[in-house]
């Protein structure tokens, strides 16, 4: 179940990423894609599909072990108490 909500925040933030290179690398086509379009969006196709599926995946785990720590700690605690 958790990987499917991993795979969809992919999804999501691959077009996030997409939007934000857009309007970032805009202004420098001439200086950075000589001009041609078809690089620009095959560069920002290549940054966003990269960073939409490796930054959602560590930090779903994260979260995933955030929670599971923060039952094991309460569970320690409950045992030291009593």
Same mark, same amino acid.
Do not use: N
């Given at each position: 179940?958790?990987w499917r909500?991993?795979? /969809? $925040?992919?999804?999501?933030?691959? #077009?996030?990423?997409?939007?934000v290179?857009?309007?970032?690398?805009?202004?420098?086509? !001439?200086?950075?894609?000589?001009?041609?379009?078809?690089?620009?969006?095959?560069?920002?196709? /290549? $940054?966003s599909?990269?960073?939409? #599926?490796?930054?959602?995946?560590?930090?779903?785990?994260?979260w995933?072990?955030?929670? !599971?720590a923060?039952?094991?700690?309460?569970?320690?605690?409950?045992?030291?108490?009593?």
């Amino acid at each position: 179940m958790h990987w499917r909500c991993a795979l /969809a $925040l992919c999804i999501v933030t691959d #077009r996030l990423w997409t939007a934000v290179f857009v309007v970032v690398l805009s202004p420098y086509s !001439d200086t950075f894609f000589p001009g041609d379009e078809q690089v620009m969006a095959q560069s920002i196709a /290549a $940054l966003s599909a990269w960073l939409g #599926r490796t930054l959602p995946l560590p930090l779903a785990e994260w979260w995933l072990e955030r929670g !599971d720590a923060a039952k094991r700690r309460a569970r320690a605690l409950a045992r030291r108490t009593v």
